[in-house]
């Protein structure tokens, strides 16, 4: 026998019940433990058994107030994927690129090359006016849709929401007046 992998080898079946709830554990026959594997298999169901305690007093995202406009708590459906979508990194990296690409709509708009000569006409009549104008319609309902995720996920008012940062007041203004 190998002195640096000791098993040891147990040929019965034992069924573990956790008494404050109906979690049952069973070891089944020929069951190889490893030394470096615990083999105090109560001590390893004590967090498992106070699981349900646990739950109620913890939050699933404790950087964010626990309930928005009075009703809505972290573990509700749609403000539970609203953070989970704020949470997630590429969230952030998709908004910035939408930043980038108004900044490069922006600076390809020109204002007074897009009218027809007749002077009560405001329509776009060429075709990089009118997908400058699709763009900018989508980079407007990005920004909306982003907004309320934001207010939903975070909250509006008070400490740790949304217009509690300053560049998320910034945002709202932007989109609110445009």
């Known amino acids: 026998m190998d002195k640096n992998h000791l098993t040891t080898e147990i040929h019965t079946t034992n069924n573990i019940n956790c008494p404050s709830s109906s979690i049952t554990l069973t070891i089944p026959n020929k069951t190889y433990l490893n030394e470096h594997v615990s083999k105090n298999i109560l001590s390893d169901l004590s967090p498992l058994c106070n699981l349900k305690e646990t739950d109620e007093n913890e939050l699933p995202f404790p950087g964010f107030v626990e309930k928005v ?51 009560g006409s ?35 008012f008070g400490k740790g929401t949304y217009l509690a940062d300053t560049w998320n007041r910034l945002d709202c203004f932007i989109v609110v007046s445009g």
């Open 69 to 119: 406009f009075y009703c809505l708590k972290q573990t509700i459906t749609p403000r539970y994927q609203c953070l989970q979508l704020i949470t997630w990194p590429w969230f952030e990296r998709i908004s910035m690129f939408i930043i980038l690409l108004n900044c490069i709509t922006l600076g390809m708009y020109q204002p007074c090359e897009h009218h027809s000569n007749i002077q």
């Open 122 to 156: 405001k329509n776009c009549d060429t075709t990089r006016c009118f997908w400058l104008q699709v763009i900018d319609n989508f980079i407007f309902a990005f920004f909306t849709i982003e907004m309320c995720i934001k207010m939903i996920a975070m909250g509006i």
